[in-house]
Structure formats: C-alpha cells, structure tokens
C-alpha cells in the first residue's frame, strides 16, 4: 500500500501537528492534491502548525545554508557590527545576542518585563530581505573576498527557493478553502519575506538552572503569513499545545516546520491559528548545550497589498473581525515593538 500523504508529527496534550508529504500536493492527481491541501490547511486550522516532508528544497541545499551560517556567525564581532540591524522597516542585518526581544506584546512595556523575567534571549541573528528590494538593501559581508561572495550568493538563491515553497504552501491554503488555487498569488509574487540565520550560542545547563524561565528564544507567535522553518537535530523548540502548555516540536530530518503568523490569522478571520512557540533548553541532559542553528524564512503578502478578510472566512458584513489593514504598516508596527 502506498504511504499516506498525512501522518504524525507531534501528538501530545491534544497538540496536534501532522507531518505532509508536500509531493503529493505538488504532483499528486487532482483528488490527492485536494486531500493533501485540505489537510495542510487544517493543520494551520488546528494547532496552526505543520511539518511538511518531500518539499522542493534539496537536503544538500538545506545543509549549505545552515553551513554557511554557521561560518558567518563565527565571524568577529567588528565584521558582525559593521552589518548591524538599523530600523524595522528595512528589518536586515545581524542583531547581538540580548538585542531583540521577541515576545508577543504589542507594547514596548510589555516587551521590558518579559525581558527581565525570562531573561534575555540567548541567540543572535541575521536578517535577509528581498535583494530586489529598491528602498532597503541588504547588510552583506565584503564582497571583495571569497567567502563573503560565496555567502551572499547562497543566500539569494536560498531565498529564492523559499518563496516558492511559500508560494505553494499558499496555494495549498487556497485550494484546500474552496478557492482558486492562485487565489494568492498576486499576494505572494514579489516575495516581500525575510530570510533570517539563528544561532543560539553555547550554554551552560546551569543557567537553565540558575533562572527557572530563562529560555533561549522567548514565547512568542509570528507575525506574517507563515514562517518556513529549519531546524538542526538539537531540540529545544516548543509549540503551546490548546491547553497551554509547550510541547517539544521534536526535530524530523528533511522536513519544514511551517506555521501560521498574526497576519493570516488575521486575513483568515482567525480560522487559522497563530499560536504560540518558544526556543528553550535542550531536552538531551548535558552539562554544556552545544550551539543551536535554526533557518526561519519569515513570509509575508506582498508589502503593498492590502490585507482584508479572505473570502469564505466569514458570514456577511457582521462575521468580519477586524479592519483590513496594509501588509507593510501592519509589519512594521509589530516589528517596532521588538526591537
Ligand atoms: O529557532 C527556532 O527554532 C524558532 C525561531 C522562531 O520562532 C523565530 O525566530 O520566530
Ligand atoms: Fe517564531
């Protein structure tokens, strides 16, 4: 018998996150491709994550990018600096251990607090936009020497491959809610997203130790439509399950982590789920964590699109939740609160 598309990622405490071969989506006949996008789309309904398996991107691709990463991060402190996160509008560049504070309060006060309660988050980072981009440029290394071309080159072309996973998981959404399978596409084309490289640095398991909540990415949702993540073998990353508890979102080899972000929860008439995920200490006993890398490809709708409730999401005038409200003003606002 042939394998079905949908099995299991995480069942736990009611969290349930199923694991999709996104190749049946992508070249299934029209029956699988519907089931497949039915599910996908229910999975974002349900606990608003997934993983997919079998997606476009090749595990050498994959592997490139998180090796490059580890390079760049290694890099002095001076190069890092010189490539220094500026404003939330043009949201590139690398950002210091302790520098951001990713919560999910609207309000600056908010973001302070948790900051000293949880601690400050354990990880730096590096934000890649659109290249195309005409208002805002990328922070790249010197691209006089070798390895910062090299760098610079990867990334492109991974960013690249990304949007068109995101481009398809959006299709996949369309499809499985009724609509025209492009439905998104004019939303999705010019790939107004952002590539962002983590690392969270080697710990000692006594400072897990020292402050009960000290986590190594604090509690927070995403802000877009839906993020692309990567994950090396380590562990660590949390989900909160309908109950309110975090569980593991145990590592799987090959595959992307993909959830929902506030902004299409939002789009969705909150259909969709944005929930809540953490970054926190391994679950492997050790008495030194090593280093952790993670890939988060941020989606959003194109900047100047205009985000009003998706069709089908709601009955009448009445069932409408919220405003609509423009991709760029809506990021930006969240992003200013962060940082
Ligand atoms: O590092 C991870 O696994 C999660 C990172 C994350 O959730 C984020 O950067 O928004
Ligand atoms: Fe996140």
Not at 120 to 149: M, T, V
Not at 224 to 244: E, H, K, R, W, Y
Not at 285 to 314: E, L, M, Q, W
Request: proline share 6%; glycine share 6%; hydrophobic share 35%.
């Amino acid at each position: 018998m042939a394998t079905p598309a949908v099995t299991s990622a995480v069942s736990s405490d009611n969290l349930e996150i199923p694991l999709i071969d996104f190749n049946a989506f992508l070249t299934g006949d029209a029956a699988t491709k519907t089931s497949t996008a039915k599910a996908i789309l229910s999975g974002f309904q349900t606990s608003g994550f997934i993983y997919l398996k079998n997606h476009p991107i090749p595990p050498s691709e994959v592997r490139q990018t998180f090796a490059e990463s580890a390079k760049f991060f290694q890099r002095p402190r001076e190069q890092k600096d010189a490539m220094a996160w500026t404003t939330p509008e043009a949201n590139r560049g690398y950002s210091e251990p302790g520098l951001e504070k990713v919560a999910d309060y609207m309000d600056r006060d908010d973001v302070a607090k948790a900051r000293e309660e949880e601690g400050a988050d354990l990880k730096e980072s590096f934000e890649i936009g659109r290249e195309s981009d005409r208002d805002y440029a990328n922070h790249w290394p010197d691209q006089s020497d070798e390895e910062g071309k090299r760098f610079k080159e990867h990334m492109v072309h991974f960013f690249d491959q990304c949007k068109e996973v995101h481009m398809q998981v959006m299709r996949a959404i369309a499809l499985g809610m009724g609509l025209e399978e492009k439905w998104f596409d004019p939303y999705t084309d010019k790939g107004d997203c952002t590539l962002r490289l983590l690392h969270y640095p080697e710990v000692k398991s006594e400072v897990f130790k020292q402050n009960r909540n000290q986590v190594r990415a604090g509690a927070h949702s995403d802000y877009g439509s839906i993020t692309l993540l990567f994950q090396d073998a380590c562990g660590g990353l949390q989900v909160m399950s309908p109950n309110g508890n975090f569980i593991d979102a145990t590592p799987i080899a090959d595959t992307i982590v993909v959830n929902a972000g506030d902004l299409l929860a939002r789009w969705a008439n909150d259909t969709i789920k944005s929930t809540k995920h953490r970054v926190v200490e391994p679950p492997r006993p050790a008495d030194v964590h090593p280093s952790r890398y993670s890939i988060a490809y941020f989606c959003n709708p194109n900047y100047d699109k205009f985000i009003d409730a998706i069709p089908g999401t709601y009955d009448g005038a009445k069932g409408r939740k919220y405003e609509g409200v423009n991709s760029f003003e809506y990021l930006v606002q969240r992003l200013t609160a962060t940082y």
